[in-house]
């Protein structure tokens, strides 16, 4: 049964239900998150921000994953994208790889590389796996090791980067950019080079999650984001045809805000380790949502018909001035989750909108982040897998 708009809400003429949305859409994306547990304790950590372990579902067993990801080949997905916390600590790893390359998928590893050894590495390519992504925190050791709190680590990044360049994997450097980092650039992209990467995704920090607790200690100032842009423009132009310099710029400075995943339920969906499939991997910060899960139904259901992905799929939930804005069907209204965490509800425009009625609540952030910079910083840390904070770190 189709559901009817709600009253008040606008449905554009010829525009489809979001149920019948939902099936002509198909998801080219799955993010695996197969554990939460990590040896990592990066402050913008993408997990959530309150794991209680008395709440906690055990994670998905190996066949409940070979199921979804079988599900997830017939409903059209193309890349499969392994991840966590550390997917590592998953010991079926290579089993699930198998599944997915037997059923077409085109599979990457998103990892911290703690826990890739050479042994790891041929299992995982014997199994089928098609790249590696690695995370860097910085370009040298003590920095590094500060920002992921975790001593020796980044030792262990440069051993395994190494390694996936050995056995012929493509190999993509990731790092998270923020104030702790930024102005690393230069050296952060030789040492991608000297790695050999085929891709360096410089991505400025998503304020979610962890990074939003930590968001005044993170945004870099405008001043660095131009220079930072300055330098990464000349990279990309210096590296064509080498390695593909991927930037995601800070949504905070700019006029118009993203295409958060292309669109809410249409492009992309995650599964969380235990089961839980979301439109985006920290859609469970917004109230009133109700998301389904693989223990009780297919991916294919969930993906067509689970409230939480119709409830702000399309535009017709959008309110003014996205709903007559000629670039709603380009960047969608913005991200869900930062109008939730900015304004206190999903609906609104994203504030990175300069459009954006709540636009003077970022503005807000931006001005403390401007009086706050050059004093030193501490961070709240993700929780341990057993719930305990831990230490906050500091940097200046
Ligand atoms: Fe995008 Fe809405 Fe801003 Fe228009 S008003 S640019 S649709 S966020
Ligand atoms: Fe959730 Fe953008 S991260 S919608």
Known sequence: MKPSPSPGTHQPEGALSQTALGSTLRPFGLLAELTYRCPLRCPYCSNPTQILSDQRQPELTTSEWQRVISEAATL?????????????????????????????????LITSALGLTQRRLQELREAGLDSVQISFQADEAALADGIAGCPGAHER??????????CGLPLTINVVLHRGNIERLPALI??????G????????????GW???????????????????????????????RMEVIYVWPDYYAERPKPCLYGWGRRYLTI???GEVLPCQTARIIPNLHFDNVRQHSLAWIWQRSAAFERFRGSHWMPEPCRSCPLREQDFG?????????????ANTDPACSLSPHRARLLAILSEVEQQSGSSSSFHSPFAPDGQPLIPILFR
């Open 272 to 274: 969380t380790p235990e």
């Open 197 to 208: 990467a085929q891709r360096l995704e410089l991505a400025s920090t998503q304020y979610l």
């Open 76 to 108: 059209g997905v193309l890349h499969l994208l392994f991840s966590g916390g550390e997917p590592l600590l998953r010991r079926d790893l290579p089993i699930l790889v198998d599944s997915a390359r037997t059923v077409g998928l085109y599979t990457n």
């Open 190 to 195: 030789a040492l991608a080079e000297r790695l």
């Open 334 to 346: 913005g991200c869900r989750c930062q109008a939730f965490l900015l304004t206190g509800d999903a």
């Open 211 to 241: 990074a939003f607790c930590n968001k005044v200690a993170l945004l870099p100032t405008r001043a660095q984001v131009q220079q930072a842009e300055t330098i990464v423009r000349a990279a990309q132009e210096r590296l064509r045809g």
């Open 157 to 166: 990044k440069l051993e395994a980067a190494r390694l996936v360049n050995a």
